[in-house]
């Protein structure tokens, strides 16, 4: 069974950078066929997607926040990454990591709350 | 971007009466369409993918149909742990993969 597992500091500061790790059980990132996602939910309301990364290192991102966002992995410690800059209080959400098969996502992170906040 | 829109914004059904919910593409998704469950403090579960297909351990009374801009979710005799939010997701044309805005299905 694939399991993943987000991890990061869960308070940021405006003006910061966010950044989350999903570390995944169960399959190998490397090994192909599957994208590696991140969505959002902020509190009360819609999932957003936020982006992919592929194994062979392609990404692919919302263009709502493409300026901000860098997707990517370590195949070696099986973990994928987030990084959101330049954070505001309307990042504030649930954050979670997925895998996604032709943009089916069939297995889901827990989520983990991530507060913008001074 | 495709925007997803759901009806109703909340549907109340007994238990063990049918519960159709709906989702409308602005544009043809073709059947690149998926649904999600999603209880409190939960993340997704993957309900429905293909528009039609069950994902694995799906109980049957789940069901989804259509094609294009116009699709169904179907739960033909609501348990208790079937009220929850359930959101449409196309995934035909992207970036970005769209969400509907969920439906809260609850206990009437």
């Known amino acids: 069974q694939v399991q993943l597992q987000e991890s990061g500091p869960r308070l940021v500061k405006p003006s910061q950078t966010l950044s989350l790790t999903c570390t995944v059980s169960?399959?190998?990132?490397?090994?192909?066929?599957?994208?590696w996602s991140w969505i959002r939910q902020h509190p009360g309301k819609d999932l957003e997607w936020i982006g992919y990364f592929y194994f062979t290192g392609s990404t692919f991102y919302n263009p709502s926040l493409q300026s901000r966002v860098t997707l990517s992995a370590d195949t070696s410690k099986n973990r994928f990454s987030l990084k959101l800059s330049s954070v505001t209080a309307a990042d504030t959400a649930v954050y979670y990591c997925?895998?996604?098969?032709?943009?089916?996502?069939?297995?889901w992170g827990q989520g983990t709350l991530v507060t913008v906040s001074s | 971007e495709v925007v997803m829109t759901q009806s109703p914004a909340t549907l109340s059904v007994s238990p063990g009466e049918r519960a159709t919910l709906s989702c409308r593409a602005s544009?043809?998704?073709?059947?690149?369409l998926a649904w999600y469950q999603q209880k409190p403090g939960q993340a997704p579960r993957l309900l429905i993918y293909?528009?039609?297909t069950r994902a694995t351990g799906i109980p049957a009374r789940f069901s989804g149909s259509g094609s294009g801009t116009e699709f169904t979710l179907t739960i033909s005799s609501l348990q208790s742990e079937d009220f929850a939010v359930y959101y449409c997701q196309q995934y035909n044309n992207w970036p970005p993969i769209t969400f509907g805005q969920g439906t809260r299905l609850e206990i009437k």
């Open positions: 544009q043809s998704v073709r059947s690149n």
């Open positions: 169960g399959d190998s990132i490397g090994s192909g066929g599957y994208y």
């Open positions: 997925a895998r996604a098969r032709a943009g089916i996502h069939e297995f």
């Open positions: 293909g528009a039609s």
